[in-house]
């Protein structure tokens, strides 16, 4: 009989990992250069990133709570999964959908390099406001940040540092090593269905309302705040982005190795399939202006 926790448990470090090397090979020291000049979105879009996604995921859970009893699994799986960092995916919508490249990768890079330091204490704090059910999900503090700097922080560093050596290196092979981490994603993706197969068809619906409502509130929350720090087009495009496609395959990896709660990370596995709908409509709303303006 296949063991499928057993190959979660190999794939995800792996899939994680290569994802985190992609995105430091496409980070140059020249986007940090250009966020230098305008740092003013920079600051905002981490602080949101950082605080008010975890914020949006508490309003969205109190909310759905008054009209009916949201079960442990979807409140926790939203508490971890706001608490994770935007995923490259951000970084190739923002370029396709005509964002600000630079901001995106910077944000997302800066981000990923910080949360494994301070997610645990985040998501344990928030994680014991639920109540005593939560007793489980008490993590070894510093444990589980060395295990997330191997699979984050690492590889970005590694592939910033590749960027900077060998610029042509990367070029050559990091849409390879985008396939190939793609792919692993997939298997994941497999893997965490046929595992959860019950329990997804349990709370699905529920599941999917709330991860598309919070993925859209912080979408739109972040748009008003942009607005009103009188960001530009482009950079307010790019937050909203950045806040609201999130690294599911962090969460989902924290929840199944770390966690060893494999139902855990179907919400991540949920939002990181449902974010692609706005992230889709960003891209064909930027391709029709630009094929109206041709």
Same mark, same amino acid.
């Given at each position: @009989?296949?063991?499928?926790?057993?190959?979660?448990?190999?794939?995800?470090? =792996?899939?994680?990992? !290569?994802?985190m090397?992609?995105?430091? @090979?496409? $980070? &140059? $020291?020249?986007?940090?250069?250009?966020v230098?000049?305008?740092?003013?979105? %920079?600051?905002?879009?981490?602080t949101?990133q950082?605080? /008010?996604?975890?914020?949006?995921?508490?309003? #969205?859970?109190?909310?759905?709570?008054?009209?009916?009893?949201v079960?442990?699994?979807?409140?926790?799986?939203?508490? !971890?999964?706001?608490?994770?960092p935007?995923?490259?995916?951000?970084?190739?919508?923002?370029q396709?959908?005509?964002?600000?490249s630079?901001?995106?990768?910077s @944000?997302t890079?800066?981000?990923?390099?910080? !949360?494994?330091?301070?997610?645990?204490?985040?998501?344990?704090?928030?994680?014991?406001l639920?109540?005593s059910?939560?007793?489980?999900?008490?993590?070894?503090?510093?444990?589980?940040?060395?295990?997330l700097? =191997?699979?984050? #922080?690492i590889? $970005?560093?590694?592939?910033?540092?590749t960027q +900077?050596?060998?610029s042509e290196?990367?070029?050559?092979?990091?849409n390879?090593?985008?396939?190939?981490?793609?792919? /692993?994603f997939?298997?994941?993706v497999c893997?965490?269905?046929?595992?959860?197969?019950?329990?997804?068809?349990?709370?699905? #619906?529920?599941?999917?309302?709330?991860? /598309?409502?919070?993925c859209?509130?912080?979408?739109? #929350?972040?748009?008003?705040?942009?607005? &009103?720090?009188?960001?530009?087009r482009?950079?307010?495009?790019?937050?909203?982005i950045?806040?609201?496609?999130?690294?599911?395959?962090?969460?989902? %990896?924290?929840?199944?190795?770390?966690?060893?709660w494999?139902?855990?990370?179907?919400?991540? =596995?949920?939002?990181?399939v449902l974010?692609?709908?706005?992230?889709?409509?960003?891209? %064909?709303? +930027?391709k029709?202006?630009?094929?109206n303006l041709?």
């Amino acid at each position: @009989m296949i063991d499928f926790t057993s190959m979660l448990q190999i794939f995800l470090p =792996l899939a994680l990992a !290569l994802m985190m090397f992609v995105l430091g @090979m496409n $980070v &140059k $020291v020249e986007d940090f250069k250009s966020v230098q000049q305008q740092p003013k979105a %920079f600051f905002l879009g981490v602080t949101l990133q950082l605080l /008010l996604l975890p914020a949006l995921a508490w309003f #969205v859970i109190l909310v759905a709570n008054l009209f009916i009893e949201v079960p442990l699994l979807i409140s926790i799986g939203l508490i !971890l999964l706001a608490a994770c960092p935007g995923g490259a995916t951000s970084n190739v919508i923002s370029q396709l959908s005509g964002g600000n490249s630079a901001l995106s990768l910077s @944000m997302t890079a800066f981000v990923s390099m910080v !949360l494994p330091f301070i997610l645990p204490s985040l998501f344990i704090f928030q994680a014991s406001l639920l109540g005593s059910q939560v007793d489980r999900f008490s993590i070894p503090i510093l444990p589980t940040t060395v295990k997330l700097l =191997l699979v984050t #922080v690492i590889p $970005v560093f590694l592939g910033m540092t590749t960027q +900077y050596i060998s610029s042509e290196f990367c070029e050559r092979y990091k849409n390879s090593a985008e396939a190939i981490s793609s792919w /692993l994603f997939v298997v994941i993706v497999c893997l965490l269905i046929s595992n959860n197969f019950t329990k997804l068809i349990e709370v699905g #619906v529920l599941m999917a309302v709330l991860c /598309l409502s919070l993925c859209v509130l912080a979408i739109a #929350v972040t748009f008003y705040i942009s607005k &009103k720090a009188n960001l530009d087009r482009r950079e307010t495009k790019t937050l909203q982005i950045e806040v609201g496609i999130q690294n599911a395959a962090m969460g989902i %990896f924290i929840a199944n190795d770390l966690l060893n709660w494999s139902e855990l990370a179907l919400i991540s =596995l949920c939002y990181g399939v449902l974010m692609n709908i706005p992230a889709f409509y960003f891209v %064909f709303r +930027y391709k029709k202006i630009k094929a109206n303006l041709n």
